[in-house]
């Protein structure tokens, strides 16, 4: 680990691609967060690959250009990869126009369409849980007796909270947590820090992982991510983790930044 910006500028030099995490590193809830504006700005000028990659599963990529477009920034539709593609991409390879019974918002559902699922709430193949507000006892229950009866049970990610404005939120790995207790089934995640969505990442901005970085504010998503794809790492404090938990990690990231405003200091100071 390290603060060392004489380091991380020399790093930049050769970075073609950044893979970024989005709640925590560009905004909490709906609030934008200090120098993101500049560094959608540097990404755009400096001419370098970039992914806004989310575990959320909420929201389709077009919501969240629109998102983030209602906060001032002009990010194209084809740089954002969310949990809900990656799981809809995974499943697709596995049942093609398979049946799913899906816990989650339009970003999943819309996803799930497009992949060629149908939903199905009587035999599907798959249970699918992802981010949700409307999640409701009824549901629990559907999903615990869909996979008693031999649904296979999928999460889109393995993150139990999200940063909000006014603090956490249950995020997928809470909210799939009854539904494997009560089954006794453990759910595939298909969202960091699984390597699967870090290749997806890479083949969307067409970069090697040599030549990459991956900025989060997660120690149990992102930067084991990037441990495990062998991509470096810069963890900021702007999100979920705060300085003080990140030496209780068998791992480490690579740089520790204060958030995506100082990254962009760095890079301007070394003139990249």
């Not at 947590?177 to 699967?196: H, I, R």
């Not at 062998?230 to 702007?238: A, D, H, K, N, R």
């Amino acid at each position: 680990m390290s603060t060392d910006k004489t380091s991380l500028g020399e790093r930049l030099a050769s970075v073609r691609g950044i893979i970024s995490d989005m709640d925590g590193v560009i905004y909490h809830g709906n609030r934008l967060l200090p120098g993101v504006p500049d560094f959608v700005r540097w990404l755009q000028e400096s001419g370098r690959q970039y992914l806004f990659l989310t575990n959320s599963s909420e929201r389709s990529p077009r919501e969240l250009q629109e998102k983030l477009r209602r906060l001032g920034l002009d990010v194209p539709v084809e740089n954002f990869l969310t949990s809900a593609l990656a799981t809809a991409g995974f499943l697709r390879n596995q049942v093609p126009g398979g049946s799913v019974y899906a816990v989650g918002e339009a970003g999943l559902i819309s996803a799930l369409y497009d992949a060629g699922f149908s939903m199905n709430d009587v035999d599907p193949d798959y249970v699918v849980i992802g981010e949700t507000r409307s999640y409701s006892f009824e549901k629990i229950e559907k999903a615990i007796n869909l996979v008693n009866r031999g649904a296979r049970l999928i999460g889109t990610n393995p993150d139990l909270t999200g940063p909000v404005e006014s603090g956490i939120a249950p995020a997928c790995g809470a909210l799939i947590k009854p539904v494997e207790l009560a089954t006794g089934k453990t759910p595939y995640f298909v969202g960091k820090p699984n390597p699967l969505m870090m290749r997806q990442a890479l083949k969307r901005i067409e970069c090697r992982r040599e030549e990459s970085l991956i900025v989060g504010d997660r120690m149990d998503t992102d930067v084991i991510a990037g441990v495990e794809a062998e991509i470096e790492t810069v963890l900021v404090l702007s999100g979920v983790t705060s300085r003080e938990e990140v030496s209780r990690f068998a791992y480490q990231p690579r740089y520790v930044l204060s958030g995506v405003d100082e990254l962009v200091s760095v890079a301007r100071e070394a003139g990249v």
